[in-house]
């Protein structure tokens, strides 16, 4: 099945999410700029970094310094916040 969407591509890498943006993403989906850490990600694993123990800022600059290990892909659309990739969710996102 072949769907267009329009959509606006960031690249992550070339372009890490500051603060404002972070917390832009985290309260569209309800959730802490922590949660956006991958804690699955092999570049997270292998940093000595506490979470619990750091705010929300020295988390937002840790992401920025290592995009990496945020969960990706993420998509919005200004209301919702999908985390992911989940081909089932892709499908009803087609359909809004």
């Known amino acids: 099945m072949d769907h267009k969407a329009a959509f606006i591509y960031h690249d992550l890498l070339k372009e890490p999410p500051d603060l404002k943006e972070l ?3 985290a309260d569209i989906g309800s ?3 922590r949660d956006l850490v991958n804690l699955k990600s092999q ?6 970094v506490d979470l619990d123990s750091m705010d929300e800022k020295s988390i937002a600059d840790l992401i920025s310094e290592n995009p990496r290990i945020m969960i ?4 919005n659309n200004g209301k919702k916040l999908w985390m992911g990739f989940k081909e089932s969710a892709y499908q009803d996102i087609l359909k809004l």
């Open 43 to 48: 570049v997270f694993k292998k940093m000595d």
């Open 31 to 33: 959730l802490s700029v």
């Open 23 to 25: 917390k832009k993403l």
């Open 72 to 75: 990706r892909p993420l998509l």
